[in-house]
């Protein structure tokens, strides 16, 4: 009876043994997707739960696809998220997603750290490019193939002081203003309002030559990034706005110190900013001292009202060991119109589909966020700045080319080079390093 009985246990504990043994090795056998994000916000602004939209994904992922985990890696800061992913990518053990900082796009894509989506979306029918802002997809492709999708974007702005302008009783301009309405409210905010002989208001502040470059139809690299074009009659009407604009100031550089005290009447700044200081309470505590609001850029003579956007990547590592289940999860984020629909309120950028903003319920939801007294630009003028952006310049070259050219611009505003020949001579050597 005893030997009956020891045999039942071993019987048992060999079934328990064995139940666990196949646990341990269905879990071993279930995909497991993770994913790399920054714990603060990708827009350099205060957040709150900075993953809430990314969790909120995830979750109707995995109600569909109930067999997969997904594990979030967060806790690297933005600042370090750079170095973080490299010394992953290095070491081979990078996220099967992650985020993709802006100066890291094009370097990453040509070495091979993303995979290329281009069979992925070639396949799937329910996915086209067609639905997202032109610009914002565009900010995903590298030598015509995709090695990301579009999260949320952030296009440029410019804040109008309004205070200021009513100060000197000049109306708060439109989103069809120009380069010259620009200038003449700038000449009329520039004034010596206490009689040391000096201005202490002032037209503008980080208003720089690429903004204006942009609205004024300036082209500064062909297509294939082989060839620059600086010295060209449209980047110089650019530059000699620019120094027509820094000359009222009478030798004063204009600080942000002088922008947030009230003293500036424009300001470029993102719309992420926008949504996130232009409503209580971080109104209060950044720009309560004056009224605000934002508007288009202007345009140049030979240009159209439109800005930079700036994009909000995510890719795919080329290691992954489920590369559909990685694009399907990659897709939910991106794509799925029930998430995108909520960057309106779990966010502080713009969604990446084309047809969320003109919905009711995204004019809803961009009330709610903004100000109590309706005192903010309507949505439907932000989805037509959206429609009319240029994604941000990033090919491999661009950050040492931009850097020659911001450095020679700057000495030709100030006044200490020769407009014709110091762009001639830009034009040479960024030739030059483009085809080293």
Same mark, same amino acid.
């Given at each position: 009876m005893?030997k009956k009985y020891?045999t039942?246990?071993?019987?048992?504990l060999?079934?328990i043994?064995?139940l666990?043994?196949?646990?341990?090795?269905?879990q071993?056998?279930q995909?497991?997707l993770?994913?790399?994000?920054?714990a603060?916000s990708y827009?350099?602004v205060?957040?709150?739960?900075?993953?809430?939209?990314?969790?909120k994904a995830?979750?109707?992922?995995q109600?569909?696809?109930?067999h997969?985990q997904?594990?979030l890696?967060?806790?690297?800061q933005k600042?370090?998220y750079?170095?973080?992913l490299a010394?992953?990518?290095l070491?081979?053990?990078?996220?099967?997603l992650?985020?993709?900082?802006?100066d890291d796009f094009?370097?990453?894509?040509?070495i091979g750290?993303?995979r290329?989506l281009?069979d992925?979306?070639e396949k799937?029918?329910d996915?086209?490019a067609?639905n997202y802002y032109?610009?914002?997809?565009k900010a995903c492709?590298?030598?015509g193939k995709y090695y990301?999708?579009?999260?949320?974007a952030a296009?440029?702005?410019?804040?109008v002081?309004?205070t200021?302008?009513?100060?000197?009783?000049?109306?708060m301009p439109d989103n069809?203003?120009?380069?010259?309405?620009f200038y003449d409210?700038?000449?009329?905010?520039?004034?010596?309002?206490d009689g040391?002989?000096k201005?202490d208001?002032?037209g503008?502040?980080?208003?720089n030559?690429?903004?204006a470059?942009l609205?004024n139809?300036?082209?500064l690299?062909?297509?294939?990034h082989?060839?620059?074009?600086?010295?060209?009659?449209?980047?110089k009407?650019?530059?000699?706005?620019?120094?027509k604009?820094?000359?009222?100031?009478q030798g004063?550089?204009v600080s942000?110190?002088d922008?947030d005290l009230g003293?500036v009447?424009f300001r470029?700044?993102?719309?992420a900013e926008?949504?996130?200081?232009?409503p209580?309470p971080?109104?209060i505590k950044?720009?309560?001292?004056?009224?605000?609001?934002?508007?288009?850029?202007?345009?140049?003579?030979e240009?159209? !009202? =439109?800005?930079?956007?700036?994009t909000?990547?995510?890719g @795919?590592?080329p290691r +992954?060991?489920?590369p559909?289940l %990685?694009?399907?999860?990659l897709?939910t984020?991106?794509?799925r119109?029930e998430i995108?629909l909520?960057?309106?309120?779990?966010?502080?950028g713009?969604p990446a589909?084309?047809?969320i903003?003109?919905?009711?319920?995204a004019?809803?939801l961009?009330?709610?966020t903004?100000?109590?007294d309706?005192?903010?630009?309507a949505?439907?003028?932000?989805?037509?700045i959206?429609s009319?952006?240029?994604?941000?310049t990033?090919f491999l070259?661009?950050?040492? !080319? =931009?850097l020659?050219a911001?450095?020679c611009?700057q000495? @030709?505003?100030s006044g +200490?080079?020769?407009m014709?020949? %110091?762009l001639n001579?830009?034009?040479a050597?960024?030739?030059?390093y483009l085809?080293?």
């Amino acid at each position: 009876m005893q030997k009956k009985y020891i045999t039942t246990i071993m019987i048992l504990l060999f079934a328990i043994a064995a139940l666990i043994c196949y646990a341990q090795y269905s879990q071993n056998r279930q995909p497991v997707l993770t994913i790399g994000v920054c714990a603060d916000s990708y827009w350099d602004v205060p957040a709150g739960e900075s993953t809430a939209l990314m969790e909120k994904a995830i979750k109707l992922f995995q109600s569909e696809h109930p067999h997969v985990q997904v594990r979030l890696i967060t806790g690297i800061q933005k600042s370090d998220y750079h170095e973080w992913l490299a010394e992953k990518l290095l070491a081979g053990d990078e996220p099967d997603l992650y985020l993709v900082l802006a100066d890291d796009f094009s370097t990453y894509a040509s070495i091979g750290a993303l995979r290329d989506l281009t069979d992925l979306m070639e396949k799937d029918p329910d996915w086209s490019a067609e639905n997202y802002y032109p610009a914002v997809i565009k900010a995903c492709s590298h030598e015509g193939k995709y090695y990301a999708l579009p999260l949320e974007a952030a296009p440029s702005l410019m804040f109008v002081n309004k205070t200021l302008l009513t100060r000197h009783h000049i109306q708060m301009p439109d989103n069809h203003w120009t380069w010259q309405d620009f200038y003449d409210i700038s000449r009329q905010i520039t004034t010596d309002t206490d009689g040391d002989g000096k201005p202490d208001a002032y037209g503008s502040y980080a208003y720089n030559w690429k903004d204006a470059a942009l609205s004024n139809n300036v082209q500064l690299f062909s297509e294939n990034h082989r060839q620059a074009y600086f010295n060209t009659p449209q980047l110089k009407s650019t530059l000699s706005f620019l120094i027509k604009l820094k000359e009222l100031n009478q030798g004063y550089e204009v600080s942000a110190k002088d922008f947030d005290l009230g003293r500036v009447a424009f300001r470029p700044l993102t719309f992420a900013e926008y949504r996130t200081y232009q409503p209580y309470p971080w109104r209060i505590k950044k720009y309560s001292a004056f009224d605000w609001d934002v508007v288009s850029f202007p345009v140049g003579p030979e240009g159209k !009202a =439109i800005a930079n956007i700036y994009t909000m990547r995510m890719g @795919i590592s080329p290691r +992954t060991r489920h590369p559909e289940l %990685a694009w399907k999860l990659l897709k939910t984020f991106s794509y799925r119109p029930e998430i995108q629909l909520h960057v309106l309120d779990m966010s502080q950028g713009l969604p990446a589909r084309g047809d969320i903003l003109s919905t009711p319920e995204a004019e809803q939801l961009f009330n709610q966020t903004m100000r109590d007294d309706g005192n903010h630009i309507a949505l439907s003028v932000i989805n037509s700045i959206m429609s009319a952006t240029m994604p941000e310049t990033n090919f491999l070259k661009y950050t040492g !080319a =931009i850097l020659q050219a911001d450095t020679c611009i700057q000495k @030709i505003i100030s006044g +200490t080079l020769p407009m014709d020949a %110091a762009l001639n001579q830009l034009q040479a050597d960024i030739n030059a390093y483009l085809l080293q």
